[in-house]
């Protein structure tokens, strides 16, 4: 009662000193790997990161990221995220899921076997935890094991990666039975409404259609196939006559994340490459080409965009910067237009400054956060897991980018040449 | 014809150089508007973002330098902040008008005051529609790249990236980036031994002299104009460093197939 009454009669800016108190208090901010990370923050703003290191450097340092995430677990799962109040969080289904894909391509591209067994480790440890329809569990893993349509779409991603890689057939038979789920829950009109994130019906699950296509390419599953078809379709009808995406967002009425939008505009462009359609691959590309243009303009991209392509710049969503640059050195490999590649070294730049190579905590060092600054609304005072295995995609894809303009490229996964 | 200069800073040298070749080229009484180039920051947040821990010392040093031009202002006309180009403006029987900003209101009045016909941009920020709209014949400017093909930064770079020979376009600006009617082209040689900044250096004096000779022609008769479509072309943007020395070494080895 004493304490309400204190409360109560302290002003409001007092008030909120202390709840910062408390905060920096709960975030551990006494810790030097903490305090330095929020200070480095408070000191160099947006414009004024830069990178100190070659991109060797920051490419180990994230996959030593990796590797101590998913020591931190039991199993062979990566964690979601390293938060500042509670440490490591439980190993995540979907977000291993499509780290198995960059951990291969890795262990591929730098002659690593320990990254290819911990790609096994993973795949392995998906398979255990398959639900007995076939689906996988939202949320992570000590979480209800509630299905959901997403997050099995992104570990059908990995498995059928897994596939390739280690030639098992339990994974595709597993990423076979989750697609065959996947079907089951779709609705007539190609909509996914049960088992989604926050029970709505949303336009990034064109990543789920893009992993469909390919579990049914390599299984000649031609209903998953269908049904990866069949949902584009419904998605097309949301996007607006400037490009942006309705029902692109986590949180019902919430403009979206360049997260989610990059989710969306990859699925539309990959699903456009693999299923030899330009009309997907153009309603990714325009979209990619509104970001790109606003990114050149401001220098960075907003952390969310309405429906006027407003962004909000109180901060970035760093995995969604990532995503973009990808998805940028994509569209280069696909069109040869090289102003898609210099943004993406530009933003790679930027999202590489961010990354902190000194730390002695190992959660901190090479961890690439979810905001900048780290206080942002998206993945406040987080490291995820999977904004490292975005920023690595976008590294190798960016380093195959260079490499075509030198004239040694590796050759094009798919026969689709775009103009 | 009543030609006026604008420019982005009080001694613009891009100016100063437009002026003597006009002054060459038998055209005198040609005025210049020209922007301080320090306008004030608008607010803290934009400073700190831009500067971090260093924005308190960067209000300072701008500041003192507003207590500087505000003392001379008290002194008489001839030490008013010193420029060569207001000099030079007169000198060619011209006038001079400093503004505070390039976009502001008070930019506007004072090229309504000029009456002025053509406007010629020499090294500003994107100038709004509303400046655009005082002219009476247009604005002219002259672009490092060829048009519709190459429209926005670095496309010097941006050209000799994709094998194609480095152009200067004289242009009328409209509100759009580049888009404005193309008057005349010309190609920029590439000699031995240069790198991408020798050429850009020598577009830039080659520029000078286009865009002279384009407002000689204005002045005595009327400019060519071919329209182009807002969806030719391509924007580009700053190039990057690593597709900058991407782009040395392919002008290297233009140089050698030359």
Redesign the interface.
């Given at each position: 009662m004493v304490r309400n009454v204190i409360r109560q009669s302290l002003p409001s800016s007092v008030l909120k000193s202390f709840q910062r108190l408390k905060e920096a208090k709960d975030l551990q901010l006494h810790r030097p790997s903490h305090m330095g990370f929020w200070l480095r923050d408070h000191?160099?703003?947006?414009?004024?990161v830069k990178m100190l290191e070659s991109r060797v450097v920051y490419q180990q340092a994230m996959l030593d990221w990796i590797k101590h995430a998913q020591d931190s677990t039991r199993g062979g799962g990566v964690p979601a995220y390293y938060d500042f109040s509670s440490g490591w969080s439980e190993a995540y289904p979907e977000t291993t899921g499509y780290i198995i894909t960059t951990c291969i391509e890795a262990g591929q591209r730098l002659k690593d076997p320990e990254l290819q067994q911990r790609a096994q480790r993973m795949a392995d440890w998906e398979l255990e935890i398959q639900l007995p329809e076939g689906a996988w569990q939202g949320g992570v893993v000590t979480a209800p094991r509630m299905p959901s349509v997403f997050n099995t779409g992104q570990i059908i991603e990995g498995l059928a990666s897994a596939y390739l890689a280690f030639g098992e057939e339990d994974y595709l038979k597993a990423a076979v039975k989750a697609g065959r789920w996947l079907v089951f829950q779709q609705d007539s009109d190609g909509a996914w409404r049960r088992h989604t994130y926050n029970n709505f019906p949303n336009t990034y699950s064109t990543r789920v259609s893009w992993s469909l296509i390919v579990v049914a390419d390599l299984a000649g599953e031609p209903s998953l196939r269908r049904s990866a078809i069949g949902y584009l379709e419904w998605v097309k009808q949301w996007q607006h006559e400037n490009d942006w995406f309705d029902h692109c967002t986590l949180e019902l009425g919430d403009p979206p994340l360049t997260h989610t939008l990059g989710y969306t505009i990859e699925g539309l462009i990959e699903c456009g490459v693999i299923l030899n359609e330009e009309r997907w691959f153009n309603m990714g590309r325009r979209a990619a080409e509104v970001l790109l243009?606003r990114f050149?303009?401001r220098g960075q991209l907003a952390g969310t965009y309405d429906h006027n392509w407003r962004g909000d710049f109180s901060f970035v969503c760093v995995t969604g910067c990532s995503q973009m640059s990808r998805i940028w050195s994509r569209l280069f490999e696909l069109t040869d237009?090289?102003?898609y590649?210099?943004?993406a070294?530009?933003m790679n730049?930027y999202v590489l400054g961010l990354i902190n190579l000194n730390s002695k905590c190992l959660a901190i060092r090479g961890g690439v956060k979810g905001s900048d600054p780290v206080w942002g609304p998206y993945m406040r005072f987080r490291i995820p897991s999977w904004a490292a295995k975005f920023t690595l995609d976008a590294l190798f894809q960016e380093g195959d980018g260079?490499r075509r303009?030198?004239g040694h490229s590796r050759e094009c996964d798919h026969s689709l040449r775009l103009s | 014809m009543n030609v006026t200069i604008l420019c982005g800073y009080l001694n613009s040298d891009y100016a100063r150089n437009l002026l003597s070749a006009l002054n060459h080229a038998g055209v005198c009484g040609v005025d210049v508007v020209a922007a301080d180039g320090d306008p004030a920051p608008r607010t803290v947040r934009t400073l700190w973002k831009a500067h971090g821990l260093a924005a308190p010392w960067i209000v300072m040093k701008w500041l003192l330098r507003r207590v500087v031009l505000t003392l001379a202002r008290f002194r008489p006309v001839r030490s008013l902040p010193p420029s060569d180009l207001r000099t030079q403006t007169c000198a060619q029987r011209g006038n001079f008008v400093a503004v505070n900003e390039i976009n502001s209101e008070e930019c506007c009045n004072a090229l309504r005051g000029l009456k002025v016909d053509l406007m010629v941009l020499a090294g500003t920020p994107i100038v709004r529609a509303n400046v655009l709209s005082v002219p009476r014949v247009g604005t002219l400017n002259a672009h490092q790249g060829a048009l519709p093909r190459y429209r926005g930064m670095n496309v010097i770079e941006w050209a000799v990236f994709e094998n194609f020979p480095p152009t200067i376009t004289i242009h009328f600006v409209d509100p759009g980036v580049d888009t404005g009617d193309i008057v005349a082209d010309e190609r920029v040689a590439i000699h031995p031994g240069e790198t991408l900044r020798n050429v850009r250096d020598r577009a830039s004096t080659q520029q000078v002299d286009f865009l002279a000779r384009s407002i000689v022609a204005a002045v005595h008769g009327s400019l060519p104009r071919r329209r182009q479509k807002p969806e030719e072309g391509r924007q580009y943007f700053t190039m990057h460093p690593a597709l900058r020395a991407i782009a040395e070494s392919r002008l290297r080895m233009q140089i050698l197939a030359q």
């Open positions: 000191s160099s703003q947006q414009s004024n243009r050149e303009i237009d090289a102003r590649l210099n943004a070294l530009k730049d260079l303009i030198k | -």
